[in-house]
């Protein structure tokens, strides 16, 4: 399994701009994360999906921030508009099975965000 | 919501040497902790994990502590080596949520050769 993949790996772009980001999930994973990274925040849970339904969005910072799942296997993370605060890493994580703990969540490579 | 702490922010030892990083949490009803190693530029991945019903669990190097009472847990590596050096984060999960975490602040180790 190639594991989650995250698309872009880079983004730059400018102030007032949309940005979408992608994830592709592990195969058969039921649950689906954004997080953020920042050296102020650290490490924040965005939204998480559970059978492509979302569960759990209070850490979505405000309405510019939405996140869809279509489907099993695609994911995407827009902000629009974005504003220089939003400079990030923004990771896509999935796991496998409901209830039980100690199923890891596997994080994707990051999207690095810039907005200017 | 859960608070997670974590202390050191910075770490240094030397090759061999132990170390130890703290987190205490504010949720008496977190029940499962896990613990994140991120190398430079990487993704975050998990290196070792505990239940509240049990208050120690180790992987080779690694150990994790738990105390209920106290509300805190702790990270042990021994033999340090330098692939060691990263950023480890803890987690707490939510009350009876094993999904959603609160991550510390993060602890950057470096084990120098």
């Known amino acids: 399994d190639a594991g989650v993949i995250q698309s872009p790996r880079h983004e730059v772009t400018e102030m007032g701009q949309e940005v979408t980001l992608r994830c592709k999930p592990i195969?058969?994973?039921?649950?689906l994360f954004w997080y953020r990274q920042t050296m102020m925040r650290g490490l924040e849970l965005l939204i998480y999906?559970?059978?492509?339904?979302?569960?759990?969005d209070s850490g979505m910072p405000e309405d510019r921030f939405s996140a869809k799942m279509p489907n099993a296997s695609f994911s995407t993370l827009k902000i629009q508009p974005s504003e220089p605060r939003d400079s990030a890493v923004y990771f896509c994580?999935?796991?496998?099975?409901?209830?039980?703990?100690?199923?890891?969540?596997?994080f994707g490579p990051g999207t690095r965000l810039t907005v200017l | 919501g859960e608070n997670v702490e974590q202390h050191p922010s910075t770490l240094s030892v030397q090759e061999g040497d132990s170390a130890v990083i703290k987190c205490t949490y504010s949720?008496?009803?977190?029940?499962?902790f896990p613990w994140y190693k991120q190398e430079l530029g990487k993704r975050p991945q998990l290196i070792i994990d505990?239940?509240?019903?049990?208050g120690e669990k180790k992987d080779q190097r690694i150990a994790v502590t738990l105390n209920k009472t106290a509300k805190h847990f702790s990270l042990h590596i021994t033999e340090t080596q330098p692939e060691d050096s990263a950023v480890y984060f803890c987690?707490?999960?939510?009350?009876?949520?094993?999904?959603?975490?609160?991550f510390g602040s993060g602890t950057k180790l470096n084990v120098k050769p």
């Open positions: 994580a999935s796991r496998r099975l409901a209830g039980i703990p100690g199923n890891e969540q596997f």
């Open positions: 195969s058969g994973h039921d649950y």
């Open positions: 999906f559970n059978n492509n339904v979302p569960i759990d």
């Open positions: 949720d008496s009803a977190s029940n499962y």
């Open positions: 505990i239940r509240s019903n049990v």
């Open positions: 987690a707490a999960s939510e009350k009876y949520n094993f999904n959603k975490f609160y």
